[in-house]
T-cell receptor, first 113, second 115 residues
């Protein structure tokens, strides 16, 4: 059974810092990995999707990498801003879409102004 | 265009009552998913639809839970004889189709509280 772990569970940094969020998964047989952000009381916003054949994806100040063989992904946020404060969730697709996504419990990020 | 919408946004019900949660996926998306987010439990996958068909219902927590989708669009998740442990946020997502390359887009969720 696939398990996803996110470290750290919470992180607080001053505005402007670059930071890295970590995600690990136990079964390397995945089709893709998605990073989401969740704001309090809201649904999930998709940030990046990395297919299993890819090594990284970039969107603006966000860069996500995937090392499928070691079961790891990182989300790099450059020049953090207070608006980046949210919970970041990592999710893996082990069934080609047919088994839903398996989520980690998230990293709660606070960017201090 | 419009995203995934869910209704109601909040639902408070008494233990033992039935509730129905609704999801409107993004237009044209053939795949639809239901998840549950419980405090301390994280997000768990419940069921998916490809068109109107749900091939695997084993993720539903108990036989009090059922889901249907009609016309390849709107889906409803029904919980019968609600229990306090059913209290959670129920999230719906849709994607273009069931495949390895398509992102899932989530709705805002329905917060269910069973008293």
């Amino acid at each position: 059974k696939q398990e996803v772990t996110q470290i750290p569970a919470a992180l607080s940094v001053p505005e402007g810092e670059n930071l890295v969020l970590n995600c690990s998964f136990t079964d390397s047989a995945i089709y893709n990995l998605q990073w989401f952000r969740q704001d309090p009381g809201k649904g999930l916003t998709s940030l990046l999707l990395i297919q299993s054949s890819q090594r990284e994806q970039t969107s603006g100040r966000l860069n996500a990498s995937l090392d499928k063989s070691s079961g790891r992904s990182t989300l790099y946020i450059a020049a953090s801003q207070p608006g980046d404060s949210a919970t970041y969730l990592c999710a893996v697709d082990s069934g080609g879409g047919a088994d839903g996504l398996t989520f980690g419990k998230g990293t709660h990020l606070i960017i201090q102004p | 265009g419009a995203g995934v919408s869910q209704s109601p946004s909040n639902k408070v019900t008494e233990k033992g009552k039935d509730v129905e949660l609704r999801c409107d996926p993004i237009s044209g998306h053939t795949a639809l998913y239901w998840y549950r987010q419980s405090l301390g439990q994280g997000l768990e996958f419940l069921i998916y639809f490809q068109g109107n068909s749900a091939p695997d219902k084993s993720g539903l927590p108990s036989d009090r839970f059922s889901a249907e989708r009609t016309g390849g669009s709107v889906s409803t998740l029904t919980i019968q004889r609600t229990q306090q442990e059913d209290s959670a946020v129920y999230l719906c997502a849709s994607s273009w189709q069931i495949s390895r390359i398509h992102e899932q887009y989530f709705g805002p969720g329905t917060r269910l509280t069973v008293t």
